[in-house]
């Protein structure tokens, strides 16, 4: 099937810098969009970023300006460089990997990483 790794999250004071990575990895066909969530304590999840293939993205409106989302199609990961980190950014991240289409044939489908935590805290 399809597995995506993330890595890349921590510890890291205010004002500060991190950058998530997420591969997909397994019998994959396509991918179309690749993003990345989050969800803090006591909180639904919700989206941070996600970007298709020819590289259209769309930002949560609390990160626009502070975080950049990319991808390289050729490796099916995805990137997402964090900037003047908040606190209120604190939560675990989510890779997620929509509309696959995998080697084997059927319907598309989503699929999500094991989630990373990003700590901003001083």
């Known amino acids: 099937q399809v597995q995506l790794v993330e890595s890349g999250g921590g510890l890291v004071q205010p004002g500060g810098s991190l950058r998530l990575s997420c591969a997909a990895s397994?019998?994959?066909?396509?991918?179309?969009?690749m993003g990345w969530y989050r969800q803090a304590p006591g909180k639904q999840r919700e989206l941070v970023a996600v970007i298709t293939p020819g590289g259209s993205t769309n930002y949560a409106d609390s990160v626009k300006g502070r975080f950049t989302i990319s991808r390289d199609n050729a490796k099916n990961t995805v990137y997402l460089q964090m900037n003047s980190l908040k606190p209120e950014d604190t939560a675990v991240y989510y890779c997620n990997a929509g509309k696959v289409v995998t080697t084997s044939g059927g319907p598309w489908g989503d699929y999500w990483g094991q989630g990373t935590q990003v700590t901003v805290s001083s």
């Open positions: 397994g019998s994959i066909f396509s991918i179309y969009t």
